[in-house]
T-cell receptor, first 110, second 111 residues
């Protein structure tokens, strides 16, 4: 089954404790992207990647890192999370014009 | 100015009603437009692409008005299962690698 797998689904952490949210797709897509969704602000792009070892900033990259060492994986790294990064995060991969989303990660930073 | 703007609603309509949503975009050179559907805090899913000539899929019709820089989604004969948030998405130039999402329009279809 074609899918984008994100883990974990829920994560509660404390300020400053490094964390990684994983994202994996099995559709051989070159394009992958991370978004955060906040009430009243909609989905905002954090980072995207056009292929292995090619990543670019989206609209809200501050406080985040990504890596694309393999085509299927695109982890999101928060080196020192802060409360303003509490949000619902979605990973997506793209084939043609269509974006396929993971099921989301609800992150709470205390 | 935001890349994409939508009326957040909520729209509460009875079953069988026709409802329309509009979405405006700021970059006049944009070529790719989409409507996504999102159920409560779940992942967005593509509903339909929006072409210059319009696009119809069953009860759903999407249209593009380039002169006024807006896209629309029309839902006819609303069903309870249409209750969701509808997201307008624009993929502007030059790279085409950044998808801009509207904040979404909430629809509730009432029995």
């Amino acid at each position: 089954e074609a899918q984008v797998t994100q883990n974990p689904r829920y994560l509660i952490t404390v300020t400053g404790k490094k964390l990684t949210v994983t994202c994996s797709q099995n559709m051989n897509h070159e394009y992958m992207s991370w978004y955060r969704q906040d009430p009243g602000l909609g989905l905002r792009q954090i980072y995207y990647s056009m292929n292995v070892e090619v990543t670019d900033k989206g609209d809200v990259p501050e406080g985040y890192k990504v890596s694309r060492k393999e085509k299927r994986n695109f982890p999101l790294i928060l080196e020192s999370p802060s409360p303003n990064q509490t949000s619902l995060y979605f990973c997506a991969s793209g084939g043609g014009e269509k974006l396929f989303f993971g099921s989301g990660t609800q992150l709470s930073v205390l | 100015r935001k890349e994409v703007e939508q009326d957040p609603g909520p729209f509460n309509v009875p079953e069988g009603a026709t409802v329309a949503f509009n979405c405006t975009y700021s970059n006049s050179a944009s070529q790719s437009f989409f409507w996504y559907r999102q159920d409560c805090r779940k992942e967005p899913k593509l509903l339909m692409s929006v072409y210059s000539s319009g696009n119809e899929d069953g009860r759903f019709t999407a249209q593009l008005n380039r002169a006024s820089q807006y896209i629309s989604l029309l839902i006819r004969d609303s069903k309870l299962s249409d209750s969701a948030t509808y997201l307008c998405v624009v993929n502007p130039p030059p790279t085409g690698n950044q998808f801009y999402f509207g904040t979404g329009t909430s629809l509730t279809v009432i029995p």
